[in-house]
């Protein structure tokens, strides 16, 4: 009678942890309680199982509002409740035995599988005019699977992408993946999705998901491509099924006294006592103009409750939807009758000059109360919910001719400058020969179409003064002429507005003329005749006979973006300097770079050329780098190219020596952010002949000209301290980074619970199955469970504490790099199962054994090894199946006692056993091997003691001790805290 619910008990926790079973009937159920029990440690010790191409799939469960209050299916895998607003496709990847030797992999409940890359795409689908239902990015975000991280996930538009690499998911590099998915309440309490696409969903649109991308690179198997990847059909998300009738949105009367947009009430009317946790209505707005509008609706709250607007422009229309929703606060019940919820601002046509009509429309969804007789999530009702709004009354066009002429310019004598000139003129004859008119209204708003790079600088009127106070104003992009009086001001014939624009490149693609009215006498404004010379009007800064172009590029040919190139005239110093920026304006710095004009060749017709770049200076910088300049300086193999031994000389001495090893280990390890006596890239004329020492004569790092267009202006682009070519480079044809050539473990050993106070040391083992002459590491551990006492050496010779970073260990970061000396490598590498260096902790908080102590950091430096090969391997942690326990102390022949261990004061050697009486040497080495105390004893018997009080001033850490005894030896460690 005992028996029964301990078995139910194991079933029970089961269920919760790693395995899911289908309910089954009679005696089924009873033997798979049974097999559960006797299997359930062997299946927890199961390896992880390698896959062939065609047994990983992936589809889709979908779960949503069901058209009831509140959706008793809306409860996501990850945590909590969906309200009806919602819909969540969570992507799940299972495992089928294809037939192919693999019959051992499972036929249920979950089991992990080993592989290499893995990447897996799927776009939301939509219907024909479902445009308003949108990504929910922090709720897609927040059921993300816990073994992944944010880097791991890409949310773009309309689609989610996974990419699981092996340095991606810690210590094994396999997951649990899920085989069978067909008991709902297992589905949505115990089984966690790759990921989730959680869709804020308008009711009547019609959505899905359909799969854009699925491959995984197999253990051994090679890339698995089109892999079998199920989406979900689309279907209409349902409006709920009850409606609560306490609550009604409707619109006001429009506001269409302002000039470039109108105003429209919401208005809400409501009865509620209970608070709101979220709403959402569309108001659809639409114009008879055939340009559209100027530009999107905003809306602005006005109960100081914010609802997120959702503007989408509806295609070959000219309406817009606008969904608005709040952002789920908990708001207090309306109570009242047309109370202002908030205002659409709608914008007015781009033409304000035609005829033309807004009208607007509301269409209701979904209510969701926390409380009272409204509880849960219901539709509600609209009323008012159509208007004609605004109708506009177009200006006549003007009976007598005025002109007005656009046109635009570049300044020649200003290398950054172009003009615009918009000119009122009129045929004199026709006004009895008259060059000036008086006018009471003159209105011009222009909006220029610029390129980046280029804006509005000033405008000026010229032949026409302003009546009254400022009547010109402009933005970036946008000039505004207001000149209304009731007395008649003077304009001359041919007067203008003068726009100038300035940049350092770019041009002016057109310009929307959205007001043109004049009017000689008040109240009667008229359209004059308006021409756009060219049409679109088109105008840039100028490309002439005076410019300096060329290539900007690295040793590998490949062009660099973000290379400020200063261009300074030495006949005219003080007016013709210019600097630009390598790269396209349109993105594409795949090109050879153009200075565009420069100032008038006679009066500063000599230049030099300055290339400058300063950014990411770790970009192709690693260990390896190290390595390769110790080889050249050891003359083991020198460096092939002049252009790599500048890219070694980063302290700018002239020559290459270990000062410059050691300022780029410094960058490495953070002590740097940047190298003090040099920027990151340096240049060099692409002409300069090199001697056989590249540091003298000294190579050009400017060029100097006086002859236009024909010299090309060609630099070599130096990444300094990278020596292999490895920095990445952005253009497609010439990204240097290279993936990794494989994985390499690092052993973490297990340790039992841990308690507060307890000292503890960590040794980091080489795992992988080869020898490493190099590598570089950044770890992570809580600062609220462990306290770093200090790192100590293993087996990696000459590992020193210059080799670590140490100064955010209190926040929980460790980096460390080391390299062996090129000339003793098959005495010096790390062979597999030695020891990289060891670290200390004092346990703050008690510990289970729960997982690693460290782990490895890849967004602070790429955790790599490198083979004397030169193969780059991406470091990952691994647990190791055996446990590191504390050494017992030797009972042989020398038996020594050390304490206390660990120590705040002084510390005492306990000589309990020794062979004879006689001399022996006791030395205390620091956490690096340095000799920090030593003593000679010249006749020494057991029992004795001795005690070393000095030791309460040496700083905390590790200290490794060592008894010499007619020629045995005996060694141990303790710890200062």
Known sequence: MKTIPFIISKITSLCKTDFCFVKMGGGQTILLLLFVLLSQPLLAQTPPKIINCGQLQAYVVAKSFNGTNDGGSCVPCCTGTYSCEKISYDVYLRVRDNGSGHADLPNFGEFDIHFLELYLSMKLSRGSGSLLSTIDNLGSLYCLNPALSDDDFNLMEDIATVYISEGTLGNATDITFVDDINDSQCLATSKFPIFSIVVNAVAGESLGVECVNFNYESNGGGVCANSVCTGIANATFPMPSSANNAFSLALGDMVCDMEEYVELPILVSSTLTSNISSFDFIVLVSTTA????????????????????????????????????????????????????????????????????ISASL???????????????????????????????????????????????????????????VTLSWDPAEFGNSNSLSFTYIRALLDFELESGISITSANLVGMTCPSGTCLQFTDHVIDLNMNAITPFTVNNNARIEVTFTGTSGCINDVTIRRMVISRTVGAPCIPDITINPSPLEACIPINDNYIKGDIATETGCWLEDVTVDIFSTLNPSGCSRNFLTGGLS???????????????????????????????LNGVTTYDLVLIQKHILALEPLTSPYKMIAADVSRSSSITPFDVVEIRKLILGIYTEFPAVNSWLFVDKNHTFSSDPFS????????????????????????????????????????????????????????????????????????????????????FDPAFLELIGPSIGDARGLSADNFNLNLASEGLIRVLWFAEPDAWDETAIQPGQSLFNLTFRVKQDLPETGLLVQLDDTVMPNQAWTKEGSTLSLQTLASNTREEEPKPALGPL?????????????????????????????????????????????????????????????????????RFDRQKSSGAFVRQ
């Open 290 to 357: 055939p340009d559209g509008f100027y530009a999107e609706p905003e809306y602005a709250s006005a109960l100081g409750n914010p609802l997120v607007s959702n503007p989408k422009l509806i295609p070959s229309t000219q309406q817009y939807a606008v969904h608005l929703r709040s952002s789920a606060q908990n708001w207090v019940p309306f109570s009242g009758t047309n109370l202002l919820l908030g205002t659409l601002k709608i914008y007015r046509p781009p033409n304000l000059d035609q005829n033309y009509t």
């Open 363 to 421: 269409i209701p969804q979904r209510i969701r109360m926390t409380g009272g007789a409204n509880v849960g999530c219901k539709s509600f009702s609209a009323g008012g919910s159509t208007f004609e709004i605004c109708e506009n009354e177009p200006p006549e066009d003007c009976v007598d001719n005025y002109n007005i002429d656009i046109t635009a310019e570049a300044s020649l004598q200003n290398c950054s400058t172009l003009v615009s000139y």
């Open 587 to 617: 993105g594409n710095f795949c090109v050879p770079y153009t200075s565009s004009c420069l100032c008038d060749l006679t009066t500063a017709g000599v230049y030099t050329v300055t290339p400058e770049k300063n950014d990411n200076p």
């Open 697 to 780: 004569p000294a190579f050009p790092e400017e060029i100097g000209l006086s002859t236009f267009p024909d010299e090309e202006v060609d630099f070599v682009g130096v990444k300094m301290g990278d020596v292999n070519n490895s920095a990445i480079v952005e253009c497609d044809d010439c990204d240097a980074f290279l993936r990794p050539d494989g994985t390499y473990p690092l052993l973490l050993s297990k340790k039992s619970a841990l308690r507060a106070g307890d000292v503890y040391t960590l040794p980091i083992r080489a795992g992988g199955e080869e020898p490493i002459i190099a590598w570089q590491t950044a770890f992570r």
């Open 895 to 963: 038996w020594i006692r050390c304490h206390p261990n660990p120590s705040q004061g002084a510390v005492t050697f306990d000589l309990l056993s020794l062979p004879n009486a006689g001399r022996a040497q006791l030395l205390v080495f620091d956490a690096f091997g340095r000799r920090v105390w030593h003593q000679h004893l010249s006749a020494v018997s057991a029992p004795s003691q001795i005690t070393i009080p000095e030791a309460a001033a040496w700083p905390a850490g590790v200290y490794h001790w060592e008894l």
